[in-house]
């Protein structure tokens, strides 16, 4: 692998992870698609299909399957790289804990998009106490530029101290674009090769302890033998700024702003796990103030306390006055540093456009619109309960009565199927969370003989996150025999795509026994087959008003965008056919058959 040269391209936070990983030679791609880092593997496809690159790609079904195929790439000697967001920690936290222990031949880097201010996430999880949990160091790049360059940094770190390295990477991050340098390099094949040495592999009592000491011991060194500390302002200033990510952009543009660098001397840590203890105390100790600004719970401020106290002069401050929740934002570190120094007027703040907040929506055509319908149609007048899963099956006009993390819907409906004699609990969730854990769920709600009817909406698509491949497009897939093998006791397959078959299949199942799944297919409306493609130019849908009784079944509870209030007096009804897909369920569900349906040819003369 040799360098060729150096040239810009401009890349958001996602591309520049798929820039790295091919500057950096990177051998094998494991990823679990999540926003903010849903991004990387199309990006990191497109290059290699642009620069003729030959890197593996392992679509797993989740965190904790992509990291172990990752960490058998780099136990052969192959450079890997995995990506999932903050929640996937928690299902890879398994082997993370022990790759430490092992060791890595080829480097092993986990990129994980964090999510403060929840901007595409259930949650605001911070994920940074996993790294001292794990021993595993964490990096957290501050821009665009050096999202590449700490990702290529990270492999040779991860190399030369044989552990697998975190990068953590803010939504706000991986969606910012900017220019960026990357070197184009040039690729050799390469042979794998797995060396036996059960010391090393084989974790269990004294074995397993001694591969944590040197672990430990791994770290320590990485700690004292490298620098990740960056200095801005006066290094002379009683009071010194410490932060992390993004979080120092903050900083740095308010402290610029309002001319404070002189008063001030700002340090960035980019490695938050080692810290480099000692040339950070010289920092810090003769500092009369040290406020730490990062974003969500007190990670940093957590460790300078641990590690400096009784070291210092001066007070740490940090979560004290910054709060765990939401975005530590450019306007907040603006408030608070005027009021530090006492600015009476000064430079007005730097302006922020207000986004009004904007929930989402199915699309027209959702598969998933159709089916909620079909299930508030046929729970109508009971007090069934609806759990629901993470993915497009969440966006509004969601009718699910939770949405917590993946799987959520049919284990948490377990427990309420277990324990609830008045209520009926009907779980959903899609296919990519069927696949991702869903069946494990499924298994012990057989072998826990629950009464429990759950619904995989199969739309063959892990849609909300890009459209990754789910199992089921793959033709091969037997998912009934699946079922079936499993002890399934009632399997039902239905089309989305019929709300009313739909509705009366789901009302019957609320009085049956057992563990029931009713697989309902739909494709999702992004990815439409060339059928649809073809209804779309020869098939007319429209609202015959004189035949309309303003029932507002389709607009009010279908609510598809598609279907629009003219805008006149009338209030009629129209659809836009340019924003429909022909699905056909609207005509279904319209009591009053005012939906009509024209072909090309009754148009041709
Ligand atoms: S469902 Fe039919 S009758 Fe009711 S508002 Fe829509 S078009 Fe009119
Ligand atoms: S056929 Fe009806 S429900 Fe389907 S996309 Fe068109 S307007 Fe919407």
Redesign the pocket.
Known sequence: MVPKYSFNVNSTGNQAVAWAAVEAGVDYFAHYPGSPVNHVEPALQKICAQENIDITFNHATNEHIATLAAAGASYCGARSLVVFKHVGMNIASDPLNYLGYTGLKGGMVIVVGTDPGATCSTGEEDPHWYAPQMNLPLLEPTTVQEIKDTVVRAFDISEKYEVPVLVFIPAKLCYNTDSIVVQKIKYHPKNFHFEKNPERFINVGQKAVRNHRALVERLGRLASDTNFLQGFGNPKAPYAIVTRGITSNHVYESLSHLGLFNEVHLINVEMTYPLNITPLAALLEHKAKIVVIEDQDGFLENQIKMNLFNKLKGDVYGKDIFPVWDEVSYHLVDSYLRKEFKFEEGPEPLAIPVVPERLGAFC??CPHRSIFYAIDEAIKGTDTIIGGDIGCSSLPPHRTDWLLCMNAGIGISQGMSHVLKDQQVISTGGEGSFFHGGILSLQSAILNKINLLHMVLDNRSVAMTGHQDSPTRNPKTDYRGLLESIGVDKIIEVSAFNPLELTLRIRQELKGKGVRVMWVKGDCALQPDPETELKRKTKF?SIDNSQCLDCDICYTD?Q?P??ERVETLSEDLK?DLDK????????EICPNDAINVRYQHEFSI
């Not at 429909?580 to 005509?587: D, E, F, H, K």
């Open positions: 027209e055509g849908i279908l598809c598609a279907i659809i429909c897909m022909r699905c056909g369920v609207c005509i």
